[in-house]
């Protein structure tokens, strides 16, 4: 379990150096496996993760007399996550708050994570279509004509509501920012876990915005971005609709970092999320 849980600490702390410019500290050592490890990348370092957390749960009742069956299945569930197995990660967390509610010693962190998990996993997903969308829009060699480009505005819009906010609750990302909220609700005493979870927040709203952006792009080229006034209003309250959580999830983050709005990790976020 240790080398497990060292192997996916690791590959967060690439990831996220990788994320955020930072270069990952060669000096430090790597305590999950030889010196190789040193060159790991983060997918190699979640794979090897999963691969020791899923032999180490071979022996699930040495793991529950031990008191870390939990922590073992929720480490299964986190890596499963970040290798793209998400149903594997799905089946892995609800395991996890099954596991935790049988434990003696009260787990908040892994619970609050197993209950994040399904916001993490939407928006990994909304992010996948949006960049999907991204790659269709660029490869278009010819202009459709008029009655064309309404019809495709109507499949943008539905995949829109699909992927990103509609009035049903269900887009993915509207209900990965729910699934997170709650899971800040389970364990308001951490700043660490609250930063985290907002960050993800605001890397699910990074998505909205380059799925917006993407959409006014193709209003402008087939020539509605001043002359369908229909489209224009629907994107002019999504617009709205996108500023007021952004807004709303970095007045949560500031109070979380030192100097608040003066913090490198604020003002990077604005960067990304204000255009």
Aim: a negative charge.
């Amino acid at each position: 379990m240790d080398q497990a849980q060292n192997a996916f600490n690791q590959g967060a702390t690439l990831e996220s150096n990788r994320n955020f410019g930072e270069q990952p500290n060669l000096e430090q050592p790597f305590a999950a496996g030889s010196e190789a490890m040193r060159f790991a990348t983060p997918d190699l370092c979640y794979q090897l993760a999963y691969a020791q957390v899923n032999k180490a749960l071979e022996k699930e009742s040495k793991l529950k007399a031990d008191g870390v069956l939990a922590n073992a299945q929720a480490l299964r569930a986190l890596s499963a996550w970040k290798l793209g197995l998400y149903q594997q990660a799905s089946e892995s967390a609800l395991a996890a708050k099954i596991a935790l509610q049988d434990s003696d010693v009260p787990l908040p962190r892994e619970s609050a994570m197993m209950t994040a998990l399904e916001g993490l996993i939407q928006a990994d997903q909304a992010y996948a279509a949006v960049q999907k969308f991204k790659l269709e829009n660029q490869s278009r060699s010819t202009t459709p004509n008029a009655s064309e480009a309404l019809s495709m505005m109507e499949n943008v819009k539905k995949q829109y509501e699909e992927n990103i906010v509609n009035f049903s609750g269900t887009g993915r990302i509207e209900k990965s920012l729910a699934v997170l909220d709650q899971a800040k609700k389970e364990i308001p005493e951490r700043a660490d876990i609250q930063t985290y979870f907002i960050m993800s927040q605001l890397a699910a709203l990074k998505s909205w915005l380059d799925n917006l952006d993407q959409i006014y792009s193709l209003l402008k080229t087939f020539g509605f971005a001043n002359t369908n006034n229909d489209l224009k209003r629907w994107f002019d309250q999504e617009n709205e609709r996108y500023a007021q959580k952004r807004n709303q999830y970095m007045a949560q983050l500031a109070p979380l970092l030192p100097q608040q709005k003066e913090n490198v990790l604020y003002k990077r976020w604005e960067e990304w999320l204000y255009n």
